[in-house]
């Protein structure tokens, strides 16, 4: 099944959260290194945030992002890069199954390909 045609849903609006903001700095945000300015005024305790969605640079997560990935129940992964997004997938095959997975050619007559993974916990 692609992506495309199925839904995620969300129960309530107020639980999502839409932020741009560089990997290692989302990474030290999560972990309370770094300050939350970008999303100031947020109750962190209250919001219980279940699913995270990245799309990496072509050189993929970082070994800090990869490893958070695991405190989560879902991950939408999009990438650029279907090498790296190999290795990042590799990196959390004990902790989660992917279970839907999709490819887009977005760019034809290139090589480049964007692919698309949704991974759930495998502890639910």
């Not at 839904?7 to 741009?20: E, N, Q, R």
């Not at 993929?60 to 997938?89: H, M, R, W």
Request: hydrophobic share 40%.
């Amino acid at each position: 099944m692609c992506l495309a045609e199925s839904a995620i849903v969300v129960p309530d609006a107020a639980w999502l959260v839409f932020s741009t903001c560089h990997a290692q700095e989302f990474t030290d945000t999560w972990k309370v290194k770094g300050s939350r300015n970008r999303l100031a005024g947020l109750d962190w305790e209250q919001l219980e945030l279940q699913t995270l969605f990245v799309d990496p640079p072509r050189a993929g997560l970082d070994p800090e992002t990869e490893q958070l990935l695991q405190d989560f129940k879902q991950v939408v992964y999009i990438s650029c890069n279907p090498e790296t997004l190999a290795k990042n997938l590799k990196s959390v095959r004990d902790t989660h199954d992917i279970v839907r997975f999709a490819v887009f050619d977005q760019f034809p007559y290139t090589h480049h390909l964007e692919c698309g993974a949704f991974l759930v916990n495998k502890v639910q």
